[in-house]
């Protein structure tokens, strides 16, 4: 079980930046992490993922450049750092985890979600 909490979200105007915390507890070894975004009337979408050695990532084609996921597994945290912010992203940002690997940027391949962290970019 891997229990997750978000936090770091905000009012940011566009063209800055915020940074995003996910803080995991519980047997969090060999999980792969991702950042997903559910904006208002639209479905969720996958926006990032990192692999347990953080070697591995992949973005979503709209936050590539701009977006970097990371993550300290000492502390148990995942970090997307988010550059560049565009009304567009706007959204309730999700962390999600599953064991080992995963091939597919589908949300059903994670098994553990938390609560979500809103983020508002102003035009």
């Known amino acids: 079980q891997v229990q997750l909490v978000e936090s770091g979200g905000g009012l940011v105007q566009a063209g800055g930046s915020l940074r995003l915390s996910c803080a995991a507890s519980?047997?969090?070894?060999?999980?792969?992490m991702g950042w997903f975004r559910q904006a208002p009337g639209k479905e969720r979408e996958f926006v990032a993922r990192?692999?347990?050695?953080?070697?591995?990532?992949l973005y979503a084609d709209s936050v590539k450049g701009r977006f970097t996921i990371s993550r300290d597994n000492a502390k148990g945290t995942v970090y997307l750092q988010m550059n560049n912010l565009k009304p567009e992203d706007t959204a309730v940002y999700y962390c999600?985890?599953?064991?080992?690997?995963?091939?597919?940027?589908?949300?059903?391949?994670?098994?553990?979600w938390g609560q979500g962290t809103q983020v508002t970019v102003s035009s």
């Open positions: 999600a985890a599953t064991y080992g690997a995963v091939i597919t940027r589908r949300q059903g391949e994670y098994d553990y």
């Open positions: 519980g047997r969090t070894f060999s999980t792969t």
């Open positions: 990192i692999s347990w050695s953080g070697a591995y990532t």
